[in-house]
Protein backbone atom coordinates (compact mmCIF):
# COMPACT_ATOMS: atom_id res chain seq x y z
CA UNK A 1 0.00 0.00 0.00
CA UNK A 2 1.28 3.29 -1.19
CA UNK A 3 -0.35 6.87 -0.60
CA UNK A 4 0.79 9.54 -2.97
CA UNK A 5 0.41 13.85 -2.82
CA UNK A 6 1.42 14.85 -6.62
CA UNK A 7 1.20 18.19 -8.32
CA UNK A 8 2.71 17.36 -11.95
CA UNK A 9 2.84 13.62 -11.72
CA UNK A 10 6.53 13.10 -10.77
CA UNK A 11 5.30 11.20 -7.50
CA UNK A 12 2.83 9.65 -9.14
CA UNK A 13 5.09 7.80 -11.88
CA UNK A 14 7.61 6.85 -8.81
CA UNK A 15 4.11 5.62 -6.61
CA UNK A 16 2.91 3.10 -9.97
CA UNK A 17 6.44 1.89 -9.87
CA UNK A 18 6.81 0.48 -6.92
CA UNK A 19 3.20 -1.06 -5.92
CA UNK A 20 0.28 -1.75 -7.39
CA UNK A 21 -2.17 -0.18 -4.78
CA UNK A 22 -1.29 3.44 -4.92
CA UNK A 23 -3.77 6.01 -3.35
CA UNK A 24 -3.98 9.49 -3.43
CA UNK A 25 -3.24 11.28 -0.27
CA UNK A 26 -5.83 14.45 -1.54
CA UNK A 27 -8.52 11.88 -1.91
CA UNK A 28 -8.08 9.53 1.59
CA UNK A 29 -8.70 13.00 3.32
CA UNK A 30 -11.42 13.05 2.23
CA UNK A 31 -12.38 9.87 3.93
CA UNK A 32 -13.46 9.55 7.77
CA UNK A 33 -11.40 6.64 9.15
CA UNK A 34 -7.67 7.39 8.07
CA UNK A 35 -6.34 3.86 9.33
CA UNK A 36 -4.37 1.54 7.37
CA UNK A 37 -2.74 -2.12 7.69
CA UNK A 38 -0.55 -3.75 5.92
CA UNK A 39 2.81 -5.39 5.42
CA UNK A 40 4.34 -2.34 4.14
CA UNK A 41 3.23 0.98 3.67
CA UNK A 42 5.16 3.72 2.03
CA UNK A 43 4.37 7.31 1.36
CA UNK A 44 5.74 9.24 -1.87
CA UNK A 45 5.73 13.24 -1.61
CA UNK A 46 7.34 15.99 -3.74
CA UNK A 47 10.24 18.27 -1.59
CA UNK A 48 8.94 21.64 -0.94
CA UNK A 49 11.96 23.93 0.51
CA UNK A 50 13.59 20.93 2.61
CA UNK A 51 10.04 19.54 3.47
CA UNK A 52 6.98 17.89 3.02
CA UNK A 53 3.66 19.57 1.28
CA UNK A 54 1.24 21.11 3.90
CA UNK A 55 -1.62 18.42 2.81
CA UNK A 56 1.19 15.60 3.74
CA UNK A 57 1.36 16.77 6.29
CA UNK A 58 -1.69 17.09 7.22
CA UNK A 59 -2.35 13.51 6.36
CA UNK A 60 0.26 11.88 8.59
CA UNK A 61 -1.31 13.70 11.31
CA UNK A 62 -4.14 12.15 10.89
CA UNK A 63 -4.04 8.97 9.87
CA UNK A 64 -2.76 5.79 11.67
CA UNK A 65 -0.45 2.98 10.01
CA UNK A 66 -0.08 0.01 11.43
CA UNK A 67 2.97 -1.99 9.48
CA UNK A 68 6.11 -3.83 10.26
CA UNK A 69 7.83 -1.70 7.16
CA UNK A 70 7.26 2.18 7.00
CA UNK A 71 9.00 3.75 3.59
CA UNK A 72 8.81 7.46 2.39
CA UNK A 73 10.08 8.32 -1.59
CA UNK A 74 10.97 11.68 -1.88
CA UNK A 75 11.18 13.80 -5.36
CA UNK A 76 12.56 16.47 -5.64
CA UNK A 77 14.70 18.38 -8.57
CA UNK A 78 17.20 19.91 -7.50
CA UNK A 79 18.51 19.65 -3.35
CA UNK A 80 16.87 17.50 -1.13
CA UNK A 81 18.73 19.62 1.45
CA UNK A 82 17.62 18.06 4.86
CA UNK A 83 14.61 16.30 3.56
CA UNK A 84 15.20 12.91 4.78
CA UNK A 85 16.04 14.04 8.34
CA UNK A 86 13.00 16.31 8.49
CA UNK A 87 10.82 13.93 7.33
CA UNK A 88 11.45 11.25 9.49
CA UNK A 89 11.42 13.63 12.44
CA UNK A 90 8.04 14.91 11.42
CA UNK A 91 6.93 11.12 11.46
CA UNK A 92 8.54 10.27 14.68
CA UNK A 93 6.67 13.13 15.96
CA UNK A 94 3.39 11.79 15.29
CA UNK A 95 4.30 8.51 16.29
CA UNK A 96 5.22 6.81 12.84
CA UNK A 97 8.67 4.78 12.88
CA UNK A 98 10.24 5.37 9.31
CA UNK A 99 12.16 1.96 8.49
CA UNK A 100 13.56 4.07 5.01
CA UNK A 101 13.69 7.28 3.15
CA UNK A 102 15.44 7.57 -0.83
CA UNK A 103 14.92 10.68 -1.93
CA UNK A 104 14.56 10.62 -6.40
CA UNK A 105 15.78 13.37 -8.35
CA UNK A 106 13.03 14.37 -11.19
CA UNK A 107 12.23 17.10 -13.34
CA UNK A 108 12.37 20.22 -10.68
CA UNK A 109 8.89 21.98 -11.39
CA UNK A 110 9.33 25.04 -9.02
CA UNK A 111 8.43 27.96 -11.87
CA UNK A 112 10.43 30.79 -10.41
CA UNK A 113 13.99 29.27 -10.59
CA UNK A 114 13.59 26.52 -13.23
CA UNK A 115 12.66 26.76 -16.59
CA UNK A 116 10.57 23.55 -17.40
CA UNK A 117 12.04 23.65 -21.44
CA UNK A 118 15.52 23.10 -19.72
CA UNK A 119 14.55 20.54 -16.63
CA UNK A 120 12.43 18.12 -19.12
CA UNK A 121 15.77 18.39 -21.94
CA UNK A 122 17.44 16.84 -19.22
CA UNK A 123 18.70 13.02 -18.43
CA UNK A 124 18.13 12.64 -14.66
CA UNK A 125 18.46 9.02 -14.71
CA UNK A 126 15.05 8.24 -12.91
CA UNK A 127 14.25 5.02 -13.56
CA UNK A 128 17.44 4.12 -12.73
CA UNK A 129 17.04 5.89 -9.01
CA UNK A 130 13.41 4.00 -9.04
CA UNK A 131 14.36 0.34 -9.64
CA UNK A 132 17.36 1.22 -6.97
CA UNK A 133 15.18 2.14 -4.19
CA UNK A 134 12.52 -0.73 -5.10
CA UNK A 135 15.38 -3.39 -4.34
CA UNK A 136 15.71 -1.70 -1.39
CA UNK A 137 12.04 -1.79 -0.08
CA UNK A 138 11.91 -5.50 -1.39
CA UNK A 139 14.27 -6.35 0.97
CA UNK A 140 13.18 -4.51 3.57
CA UNK A 141 16.28 -2.05 4.14
CA UNK A 142 16.63 0.03 6.91
CA UNK A 143 18.42 4.07 6.05
CA UNK A 144 17.50 7.43 6.51
CA UNK A 145 19.58 9.81 4.13
CA UNK A 146 21.56 11.95 6.24
CA UNK A 147 22.41 15.74 5.14
CA UNK A 148 25.77 17.06 3.53
CA UNK A 149 27.43 20.20 5.11
CA UNK A 150 25.91 21.33 1.68
CA UNK A 151 22.29 20.67 2.35
CA UNK A 152 21.99 21.99 5.49
CA UNK A 153 23.39 25.64 4.49
CA UNK A 154 20.72 25.35 1.06
CA UNK A 155 18.14 24.47 3.47
CA UNK A 156 18.95 27.79 6.11
CA UNK A 157 19.13 30.28 2.65
CA UNK A 158 15.57 28.77 1.63
CA UNK A 159 14.42 29.02 5.36
CA UNK A 160 15.35 32.36 5.84
CA UNK A 161 14.61 33.52 2.19
CA UNK A 162 10.63 31.98 2.68
CA UNK A 163 10.67 33.65 6.53
CA UNK A 164 11.35 37.05 4.96
CA UNK A 165 9.31 36.72 1.75
CA UNK A 166 6.72 34.04 2.74
CA UNK A 167 4.82 35.32 -0.51
CA UNK A 168 7.25 33.53 -2.36
CA UNK A 169 6.41 30.49 -1.17
CA UNK A 170 2.67 30.31 -0.09
CA UNK A 171 0.90 30.84 -3.11
CA UNK A 172 0.59 34.61 -2.91
CA UNK A 173 2.40 35.15 -6.30
CA UNK A 174 -0.35 33.27 -8.22
CA UNK A 175 -2.53 35.35 -10.62
CA UNK A 176 -5.23 33.98 -12.88
CA UNK A 177 -5.02 36.34 -16.10
CA UNK A 178 -7.86 37.63 -18.68
CA UNK A 179 -6.55 34.36 -20.97
CA UNK A 180 -8.54 32.53 -18.99
CA UNK A 181 -11.66 30.90 -20.99
CA UNK A 182 -13.30 28.62 -18.16
CA UNK A 183 -12.27 25.55 -18.80
CA UNK A 184 -12.15 24.40 -14.99
CA UNK A 185 -9.02 22.21 -14.98
CA UNK A 186 -7.36 24.02 -12.40
CA UNK A 187 -10.86 23.91 -10.40
CA UNK A 188 -9.81 19.96 -11.03
CA UNK A 189 -6.12 19.56 -10.33
CA UNK A 190 -6.11 21.25 -7.08
CA UNK A 191 -5.40 19.23 -4.30
CA UNK A 192 -7.40 21.49 -1.68
CA UNK A 193 -10.25 22.56 -3.41
CA UNK A 194 -8.89 25.98 -3.65
CA UNK A 195 -9.91 27.19 -7.15
CA UNK A 196 -13.75 27.79 -7.85
CA UNK A 197 -15.45 29.35 -11.09
CA UNK A 198 -17.22 32.74 -10.83
CA UNK A 199 -19.21 33.89 -13.81
CA UNK A 200 -16.89 31.34 -16.04
CA UNK A 201 -13.57 32.48 -15.22
CA UNK A 202 -11.09 31.00 -12.27
CA UNK A 203 -10.94 32.20 -8.86
CA UNK A 204 -8.79 31.39 -5.74
CA UNK A 205 -10.76 31.58 -2.60
CA UNK A 206 -7.72 31.89 -0.07
CA UNK A 207 -4.70 33.68 -1.38
CA UNK A 208 -2.58 31.45 0.07
CA UNK A 209 -2.53 27.43 -0.32
CA UNK A 210 0.14 24.39 -0.80
CA UNK A 211 2.11 26.61 -3.91
CA UNK A 212 1.87 23.16 -5.33
CA UNK A 213 1.66 24.80 -9.00
CA UNK A 214 -0.73 21.76 -9.78
CA UNK A 215 -3.00 24.56 -11.61
CA UNK A 216 -0.39 26.88 -12.92
CA UNK A 217 1.48 23.88 -14.48
CA UNK A 218 -1.82 21.93 -15.98
CA UNK A 219 -3.74 25.06 -17.17
CA UNK A 220 -3.94 24.29 -20.97
CA UNK A 221 -4.28 28.19 -21.93
CA UNK A 222 -1.08 28.95 -20.07
CA UNK A 223 -3.68 31.46 -18.09
CA UNK A 224 -2.34 31.46 -14.85
CA UNK A 225 0.48 33.72 -14.08
CA UNK A 226 3.28 34.04 -11.39
CA UNK A 227 4.92 37.11 -10.24
CA UNK A 228 8.08 35.45 -10.67
CA UNK A 229 8.43 32.55 -13.53
CA UNK A 230 11.61 31.62 -15.09
CA UNK A 231 9.63 30.66 -18.63
CA UNK A 232 6.07 31.45 -18.70
CA UNK A 233 5.44 29.14 -21.86
CA UNK A 234 7.02 26.51 -20.59
CA UNK A 235 4.25 23.79 -18.48
CA UNK A 236 5.69 20.68 -17.24
CA UNK A 237 3.62 17.42 -16.58
CA UNK A 238 5.31 13.58 -16.37
CA UNK A 239 4.94 12.38 -19.73
CA UNK A 240 3.68 9.19 -18.30
CA UNK A 241 0.86 11.01 -16.61
CA UNK A 242 -2.23 11.93 -17.92
CA UNK A 243 -4.08 15.38 -16.94
CA UNK A 244 -6.98 12.64 -16.16
CA UNK A 245 -4.31 10.88 -13.79
CA UNK A 246 -3.54 14.58 -11.93
CA UNK A 247 -7.81 15.18 -11.83
CA UNK A 248 -8.39 11.68 -10.49
CA UNK A 249 -5.80 12.36 -8.11
CA UNK A 250 -6.65 15.86 -6.80
CA UNK A 251 -10.01 16.75 -7.21
CA UNK A 252 -12.13 17.87 -4.34
CA UNK A 253 -15.37 18.06 -6.46
CA UNK A 254 -17.36 21.28 -7.06
CA UNK A 255 -18.75 23.34 -3.79
CA UNK A 256 -22.41 22.72 -3.27
CA UNK A 257 -24.58 25.72 -3.85
CA UNK A 258 -26.44 26.83 -0.94
CA UNK A 259 -30.43 25.98 -2.13
CA UNK A 260 -32.34 29.40 -1.77
CA UNK A 261 -35.54 29.37 -0.22
CA UNK A 262 -38.48 31.40 -1.70
CA UNK A 263 -41.50 31.91 0.63
C1 LIG B 1 6.73 24.88 -3.58
C2 LIG B 1 7.79 23.97 -4.10
C3 LIG B 1 8.98 23.81 -3.40
C4 LIG B 1 9.98 22.97 -3.88
N1 LIG B 1 11.12 22.82 -3.14
C5 LIG B 1 12.10 22.02 -3.61
C6 LIG B 1 13.32 21.86 -2.86
O1 LIG B 1 13.48 22.36 -1.75
N2 LIG B 1 14.30 21.12 -3.43
C7 LIG B 1 14.18 20.54 -4.65
O2 LIG B 1 15.12 19.94 -5.12
N3 LIG B 1 13.02 20.60 -5.35
C8 LIG B 1 11.97 21.33 -4.86
N4 LIG B 1 10.80 21.42 -5.57
C9 LIG B 1 10.60 20.57 -6.77
C10 LIG B 1 9.71 19.35 -6.51
O3 LIG B 1 10.03 18.75 -5.27
C11 LIG B 1 9.85 18.29 -7.60
O4 LIG B 1 9.76 18.82 -8.88
C12 LIG B 1 8.85 17.15 -7.40
O5 LIG B 1 9.33 16.02 -8.06
C13 LIG B 1 7.46 17.45 -7.91
O6 LIG B 1 6.63 16.33 -7.71
P1 LIG B 1 5.19 16.19 -8.38
O7 LIG B 1 5.38 16.26 -9.88
O8 LIG B 1 4.70 14.85 -7.96
O9 LIG B 1 4.34 17.30 -7.88
C14 LIG B 1 9.78 22.26 -5.10
C15 LIG B 1 8.59 22.41 -5.80
C16 LIG B 1 7.60 23.26 -5.32
C17 LIG B 1 6.32 23.41 -6.11
S1 LIG C 1 -7.28 25.94 -16.29
FE1 LIG C 1 -6.68 27.94 -17.09
S2 LIG C 1 -8.18 28.45 -18.67
FE2 LIG C 1 -9.01 26.73 -17.49
S3 LIG C 1 -10.29 27.73 -15.92
FE3 LIG C 1 -8.26 27.48 -15.01
S4 LIG C 1 -7.16 29.38 -15.44
FE4 LIG C 1 -8.96 29.31 -16.78
S1 LIG D 1 -4.33 26.98 -5.80
FE1 LIG D 1 -2.90 26.08 -7.31
S2 LIG D 1 -0.90 26.12 -6.26
FE2 LIG D 1 -2.44 26.43 -4.69
S3 LIG D 1 -2.85 24.38 -3.85
FE3 LIG D 1 -4.36 24.77 -5.50
S4 LIG D 1 -3.44 23.92 -7.35
FE4 LIG D 1 -1.81 24.11 -5.82
Request: proline share 4%.
Amino acid sequence: MIFYYTATGNCLYVARQIEDNVYSIPQELKKENLEYKDDKIGIVAPIYAGELPQTVRRFIEKAKFDTSYFYMLLTYGNKDSVAGVWSEKFCRNHGIKVDFIQTVLMVDNYLPSFDMDEQMAMNKHVDEQIQKAKKKIDERQQSIPQPTQEGIEAYQMVSQRFALHPELNNGETIQMTLRCVGCSICEQVCPIGNIKMVNGKAQRISKTCDFCLACVQNCPFLAIDLKIDKNHSARYRHPKITLKDIVQSNHQGRKKKKKKHFI
